[in-house]
């Protein structure tokens, strides 16, 4: 554990970006600052408000500063982003958004030059969910802005980089479905010859360095000078804490707008790349095989739908939705998971109460659940963090439905603290909940029939 007493995290979602401080000693949050992450609509492409980030962030760390304090700052965001800089250190083009489609032709040309499967372990994701789709589109719609780009960043690495002036990559971020990695060698992918881009991009760190001070400007601006470590891919944030004091095999679903699972100890032999299943790269550049699905996204949309409704509720009427099979099938949000082309119907649901549609919404968010830890291979116990974490309908529904122990670990704090661990926070102990698996009536009648529902 480092001498730091309080360490601030810039935590950035695709939803929502936060600034949370932890205690070093306990990695108990103790103070957070919050606001959306919005997209602007017009320049050359749909794009982050980088500068509504950079002034959110800098507000929150002067204020953080005198009250409670902070001794270094850590860094963790979404991934499927990069940062493309000129010479003068500034954003050369902006950081565009991965919810961008490209126009058809692009997108053919793309999959014409990507590398296999069998190099990266990235699938061909939609929109702009692979970095290189995202480079690729640049360079071939805005070839003048793009040839301006002197260095290319991961997302966490440019706010490490405006922080300090220190620019860096990171595996993490560069192993998360990006099309640029090589998890196999621990090395760039041919992609990165192909778009003829090697020597822009920025050196490659560890995500547990210190890449130094703040800048002496932004310094005088918080009111305080300490040391930026050079950040992590957020659902790798959450895994980490797990890799510090667990024994493998085991499954982490590290839940928000995403939800991602890893299979711990398992290995990448049997991974489908039309399923949503690729590898991720963790902290410590060990391939990880995953999968995952927009389950954060679905449960929004849901939410709006059906209403909210508590888990006491919901939990009721779980038996009368499995009798009645009453059943929500993929997909809510299109373009991901486990289940590609699927779109999402109702069955069973015409005359079914608010109650009864949002129970059967968290049984269908607990099947893809399943569904993606089968796809990896996961064994042992499964811990759930983030938002899913406090859903205990989902979880009794995930630990029933696969009968394996199941751990949630409420909070909010699972990116930020996995990315404080960086420099040294000591991991939280001692506040996983179990869940133990509770036979559902009907539930492996009820499961076999979701699945049959969409061959």
């Not at 778009?195 to 310094?219: C, K, Q, T, Y």
């Not at 938002?387 to 909070?411: H, K, Q």
């Not at 102990?429 to 061959?455: C, N, Q």
């Amino acid at each position: 554990m480092s001498d730091y007493r309080h360490i601030a995290v810039l935590d950035i979602g695709k939803t929502n970006a936060k600034v949370v401080v932890l205690e070093s000693a306990t990695g108990a949050e103790i103070a957070v600052r919050k606001q959306p992450n919005t997209v602007i609509r017009d320049g050359l492409y749909p794009h982050y408000d980088i500068e509504a980030l950079w002034r959110f962030a800098l507000a929150a760390l002067k204020a953080f500063a005198s009250e409670p304090g902070f001794d270094a700052i850590s860094i963790t965001t979404h991934g499927a982003a990069a940062a493309l800089l000129g010479a003068d250190g500034k954003l050369a083009m902006p950081v565009i958004d991965y919810e961008h489609e490209y126009p058809q032709e692009i997108r053919e040309a793309y999959d014409a030059l990507r590398p296999p499967f069998a190099e990266t372990f990235s699938p061909r994701l939609s929109m702009g969910l692979n970095i290189g789709a995202q480079l690729h589109y640049q360079k071939t719609a805005f070839p003048e802005e793009f040839a301006n780009a002197a260095v290319i960043l991961t997302y966490a690495q440019y706010w490490s980089a405006r922080l300090t002036g220190v620019a860096a990559n990171e595996t993490t971020s560069l192993g998360c479905h990006t099309d640029l990695w090589n998890p196999k060698t621990g090395a760039y992918s041919s992609l990165v010859d192909t778009l003829a881009i090697r020597d822009r991009m920025a050196p490659i760190r560890s995500a547990f360095d210190a890449l130094g001070p703040v800048l002496p400007e932004i310094a005088e601006e918080i009111g305080v000078s300490v040391p930026v470590y050079c950040g992590i891919h957020d659902s790798n944030a959450s895994l980490l804490p797990h890799l510090v004091g667990r024994k493998s095999p085991f499954a982490v679903v590290s839940t928000g707008t995403w939800v991602i699972n890893f299979g711990v100890g398992g290995d990448l032999d049997h991974l489908d790349a039309t399923r949503d299943a690729l590898a991720n790269v963790d902290a410590y550049g060990r391939a990880v095989p995953s999968s995952r699905f927009m389950g954060g996204r679905e449960f929004e949309m849901l939410s709006a739908e059906i209403g909210q409704v508590g888990d006491a509720a919901a939990s009721a009427v779980i038996n009368d939705v499995v009798a009645r099979g009453i059943m929500l099938l993929p997909n809510v949000a299109p373009g991901s998971g486990p289940f590609p082309g699927k779109v999402s119907r109702w069955i069973g649901a015409e005359s079914a109460s608010r109650e009864q549609r949002f129970a059967a919404a968290c049984l269908y968010l607990a099947l893809m659940t399943e569904a993606c830890l089968g796809l990896i291979g996961a064994k042992g116990p499964i811990i759930v963090e983030g938002p899913f974490a406090l859903n205990e309908t989902y979880l009794s529904l995930l630990a029933a439905i696969t009968g394996r122990d199941t751990m949630a670990l409420p909070g909010s704090t699972g990116t930020s603290q996995g990315a404080a661990l960086l420099a040294g926070i000591k991991p939280v102990s001692g506040v996983e909940k179990h869940v133990p698996p509770r036979p559902i009536p009907g539930l492996p009648d009820y499961r076999k029939r979701w699945y049959a529902a969409m061959e």
